[in-house]
């Protein structure tokens, strides 16, 4: 299991070695493998099995020898992929909450009305070009109103000055 092909929100399931301590069975284990952002590496538990192992996780493909560990995989296993199941489903629902006028192009554009002195950016513009970024600052200007359920709200004011000056 290559560690850069890894999920470091996810944990899994892998081989590992005995701790090697006199009177222990020359076992492979299976123990949980997550990233630990605190120390920015990948570790290991305890086997499954409740035994003591080496750090690490042994190369892909190594069966696991531990009846107990094999015991206890389906009922960890079911855990772990109802985690993955649960964060895509949480993405998902982010997903279908994304609003279509929030936006990075929109969001800088209402930057600019909100920040900047906008009758004089958009002096400097096309008739076109003034309504096109008056567009997206309605647009997040209205995409924050639903946030804020102050749905009653306008266009803020100022913002097509070019058709206020006649």
Do not use: I
């Amino acid at each position: 299991m290559t560690e850069t092909a890894l999920d470091p929100e996810r944990r899994y399931l892998v081989p590992v070695a005995r701790l090697d301590l006199p009177g222990q069975p020359d076992d492979v284990h299976l123990s949980l493998y997550e990233w630990l952002p605190r120390f920015e590496e990948w570790a290991t538990g305890m086997a499954l099995c409740g035994y003591s192992t080496t750090q690490g996780a042994l190369p892909e493909g190594t069966e696991a020898t531990c009846r107990s560990c094999e015991a206890y995989r389906p009922q960890y296993q079911a855990v772990l992929d109802a985690e993955v199941r649960a964060a895509a489903e949480r993405v998902a629902r982010k997903r279908e909450a994304a609003h279509a006028a929030d936006t990075p192009e929109n969001g800088a554009w209402f930057t600019v009305w909100l920040e900047g002195n906008w009758s004089w950016v958009t002096k400097k513009m096309t008739t076109v070009q003034r309504e096109y970024a008056a567009d997206r600052v309605a647009a997040y200007s209205r995409y924050l109103a639903e946030c804020d359920n102050e749905l009653d709200l306008g266009e803020p004011e100022g913002l097509r000055w070019w058709r206020e000056a006649g």
